[in-house]
């Protein structure tokens, strides 16, 4: 993002979901980004937003929300870890948060069996671990 925006209408598809400790939410991944206040050309392949509200969100599903958006911050010292230089390469262009719980817009269904599959197996095997 050239520039932050605090109040973005989102509308993208969930590729991943991090749950935080405690109550604190998800952190989501999305792709297939469309801003409405950026033209296409100026739009992050993906952004990356914190949900405090994330009660049934699934990878593959097609969500709007309003978000705050930034630019991933820069090294803070020479030499320190570089967030954005990280983020680049996972393709992140943008990270933020939600003002309010996502709206479910469709859901592709194949994704998602996969994906809690994927999330399902990841659990037995961390109760292993």
């Keep these: ?7 973005a209408n989102v509308e993208a598809t969930i590729e991943s979901i991090e749950k935080l400790e405690g109550k604190r939410g998800s952190r989501v ?6 801003i409405e ?26 969500i709007k929300t309003l ?9 803070v010292l020479p030499g320190a870890y570089d967030f954005r230089r990280h983020l680049f390469f996972e393709g992140i ?3 933020g948060f939600s003002y309010k719980a996502a709206t479910l817009l469709k859901e592709d269904n ?18 292993i671990a």
């Design 93 to 95: 262009g943008a990270v």
């Design 29 to 34: 991944v999305l792709k297939d980004v469309a």
């Design 37 to 62: 206040e950026l033209p296409r050309d100026k739009t992050p392949r993906k952004i990356r937003l914190t949900f405090r509200k994330d009660e049934g969100l699934k990878a593959g599903m097609r």
């Design 67 to 75: 978000g705050n958006l930034d630019a991933p911050s820069h090294a």
């Design 110 to 127: 194949a994704f998602v069996f996969f994906e809690t599959m994927r999330a399902y197996i990841h659990s037995v095997i961390g109760q």
């Design 1 to 7: 993002l050239e520039k932050p925006l605090k109040f």
